[in-house]
């Protein structure tokens, strides 16, 4: 499973993207306006820093709108993929930019019938939400589990991002389903890395030097 950073925060996305263990990124209109500048200087800077998919959402809601506004924001680079909302309009906009070969991440996925009519008009990936469904007293991963059986019955080749990801347990659930990518916030990264047997482990092994290690 490939793991993408789901941030808008240039800090952040150097600090994982050192650590060697992304291969992506996902914004969202809430993410960028956290950051308080430019959204296209930031999709740029994000497009500069990490050698892989970048996704930058789409504000309006209308097809003609997400097209105009999606040719613009892939033209900033090679690596950007449009983010568009999983409604009508998104998908007529998908088929659009899929025959212009411009790469889309369906977004706003709530479930598997919405995952199969997305890739139906050719998105390059779909972004299921997890943590929102486990938010509204669902099992937020059944529909990673379930997008990616659907997929894998007629070799769809979307590629599925587990998203809305809330905790370390959401990622390994995301893995055991089978799911493409997920795209994980910094926290959720800080949380993974950590075990306090390795902190111990440590402790113990300087210890130990220090009672052979020459002065
Ligand atoms: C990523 O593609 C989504 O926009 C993001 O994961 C949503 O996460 P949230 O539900 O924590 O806001």
């Avoid at 959204?39 to 497009?47: G, H, N, T």
């Avoid at 996925?109 to 009519?117: D, G, H, N, T």
């Avoid at 099992?139 to 370390?168: C, F, L, M, Q, W």
């Amino acid at each position: 499973m490939k793991l993408f950073i789901d941030t808008a925060n240039i800090d952040e996305i150097r600090e994982i993207n050192n650590w060697g263990v992304i291969c992506g990124v996902t914004t969202n209109p809430s993410l960028i306006a956290k950051e308080g500048r430019d959204f296209k200087e930031v999709i740029k800077e994000i497009s500069s820093i990490v050698d892989g998919p970048i996704s930058a959402e789409v504000i309006s809601l209308e097809s003609d709108g997400m097209v105009e506004e999606a040719r613009e924001l892939a033209s900033i680079n090679d690596n950007i993929v449009i983010k568009i909302p999983m409604t009508k309009e998104g998908l007529k906009a998908v088929k659009i930019l899929s025959n212009e070969n411009i790469k889309t991440n369906v977004t706003l996925v709530f479930s598997p019938s919405q995952a199969l009519l997305a890739a139906k008009a050719g998105a390059s990936y779909v972004s299921p939400f997890v943590g929102r469904m486990d938010d509204i007293g669902n099992e937020g991963i059944d529909i990673v589990k379930d997008i990616v059986e659907i997929y894998n019955n007629y070799g769809i080749e979307t590629e599925v991002i587990a998203a809305s990801v809330r905790n370390p347990m959401h990622v390994l659930s995301a893995a055991r389903a089978g799911s493409h990518i997920a795209t994980i916030p910094y926290n959720v990264f800080e949380q993974m890395v950590k075990h306090p047997m390795t902190n111990l482990g440590i402790k113990q092994f300087l210890k130990d030097w220090e009672g052979v290690s020459p002065k």
